[in-house]
């Protein structure tokens, strides 16, 4: 659970701070509006363009736990969900 929590919190600070905003735009201290499914598919993407691996994110324990805790973990799982596809369309089109 505490792997979680540092989950939600590392992306929660990476998001406050832009790291997960498309490049053509600028960060300027206000809070940005996109999705978390969006900020997944940009870390995907980024990670492909700058030659990095792909991160293993646990989605389906994740979706368990957004079950059993009522929908307390939706930003992460749609986060990862954003990554996963973004990921996976990737490596089929490669």
């Given at each position: 659970?505490?792997?979680?929590?540092?989950?939600?919190?590392?992306?929660?600070?990476?998001?406050?701070?832009?790291?997960y905003?498309?490049?053509?735009?600028?960060?300027?201290?206000?809070?940005?509006?996109?999705?978390?499914?969006?900020?997944?598919?940009n870390?995907?993407?980024?990670?492909?363009?700058?030659?990095?691996?792909?991160?293993?994110?646990?989605?389906?324990?994740?979706?368990?736990?957004?079950?059993?805790?009522?929908?307390?973990?939706?930003?992460?799982?749609?986060?990862?969900?954003?990554?996963?596809?973004?990921?996976?369309?990737?490596?089929?089109?490669?």
């Amino acid at each position: 659970m505490k792997l979680i929590k540092k989950l939600h919190n590392l992306i929660k600070h990476n998001y406050e701070n832009g790291k997960y905003v498309n490049k053509k735009y600028t960060y300027n201290n206000t809070k940005i509006n996109v999705s978390d499914y969006k900020l997944g598919q940009n870390k995907a993407l980024s990670d492909f363009d700058h030659g990095k691996f792909f991160k293993i994110y646990p989605q389906t324990i994740i979706e368990i736990l957004n079950s059993l805790f009522k929908g307390k973990f939706d930003e992460i799982l749609n986060f990862i969900k954003g990554y996963n596809e973004t990921k996976s369309n990737i490596k089929n089109n490669s």
